[in-house]
């Protein structure tokens, strides 16, 4: 996607309206089929001295939180089995297990195998990531033997940037704006199966009612198989690097591929890029990847809701 800049008259973000006409409603969404987990010690210790384990789960949504916690000499996909078959009789089943934490993988997925249930390593996990640092603030620095130097490793590395696939390649593309109101009919879109993506609840973000998300629009004749594509590849956020003259789009734990660019050397393109950049922080981060098949149409084949990623402080 080279150049795909739509309308320019202006060198700001342009604008677009998820819908001219219909009323927005207030966003029901109930728990998740897709949960979030974490399995990793945390900074603090027991009575033996030893680091506190814990299990950490939540849906997408944050409909349910699930905690327990494990001496070191229990961590084992057996044990996290046990307890995640807990979890389930619980919850019920999730149709999809997603984990942020590559050192802990073999004992995540072996798991969740033997449980039959289908996982993705990901940085989706923006539910989970509030979660802890809730507990961080809430449960964990009260703890009599916190230690606050205690630290796992990092949960990510930033790959290298590769050439984005042919097959998730649109012809044009250009940056865009939703208020919260237009946000909420695309949420309401893909919670009904209108349209492909995913979304989560944005009501526990604090966001203020006048604040613009920012996004990405993707416009292509092959807009169906381009949103069918994206659905699998765990894309997770996108970030304007003005030194490459792209944008960056952020999958899986760590692969990141080169999404579209700009005329390299253009201080207009540069410059919305970094207002885009900008309107995203003032966003807390979030943002979004609009699929559509045309410019003038302002129905979604595919949407996803993004969020920035931040390496988690436990």
Not at 166 to 173: H, N, P, T, V
Not at 229 to 254: H, K, N, P, Y
Not at 293 to 314: A, Q
């Amino acid at each position: 996607l080279t150049g795909g800049w739509g309308s320019r008259q202006a060198r700001r973000i342009r604008v677009v309206s998820a819908s001219e006409t219909a009323e927005s409603t207030p966003v029901q969404i109930a728990q998740s089929e897709t949960w979030e987990l974490d399995f990793c010690s945390r900074p603090m210790l027991d009575e033996r001295g030893k680091k506190v384990w814990e299990l950490l789960v939540c849906d997408s949504n944050r409909s349910f939180e699930y905690s327990q916690y494990f001496p070191n000499n229990k961590i084992n996909s057996s044990e996290l089995r046990t307890a995640l078959s807990a979890v389930i009789a619980q919850y019920g089943t999730p149709r999809k297990v997603r984990f942020f934490r590559a050192q802990m993988q073999t004992i995540i997925t072996r798991a969740l195998d033997e449980l039959e249930i289908d996982y993705a390593a990901s940085r989706r996990c923006a539910a989970l990531l509030d979660l802890l640092q809730e507990r961080l603030e809430q449960v964990y620095s009260q703890h009599p033997r916190f230690q606050a130097d205690l630290r796992p490793a990092p949960a990510l590395g930033g790959g290298i940037v590769e050439p984005i696939p042919a097959y998730l390649r649109g012809q044009k593309w250009a940056f865009v704006l939703l208020d919260l109101e237009g946000l909420q009919d695309e949420i309401s879109a893909v919670s009904r199966k209108d349209c492909r993506g995913e979304v989560f609840d944005i009501t526990k973000l604090g966001l203020p009612d006048d604040v613009k998300i920012p996004g990405v629009a993707v416009f292509s004749e092959r807009a169906g198989p381009i949103a069918a594509w994206t659905s699998g590849v765990e894309v997770s956020s996108i970030q304007a690097d003005t030194s490459r003259a792209g944008l960056i789009m952020e999958m899986g734990v760590s692969k990141r591929f080169l999404y579209a660019t700009w005329p390299r050397g253009s201080a207009a393109a540069d410059e919305e890029a970094q207002q885009w950049q900008e309107a995203k922080a003032e966003a807390g981060g979030v943002h979004f990847l609009a699929i559509q098949e045309d410019p003038e149409d302002p129905s979604c084949t595919g949407f996803w809701l993004l969020r920035d990623w931040k390496d988690p402080l436990v």
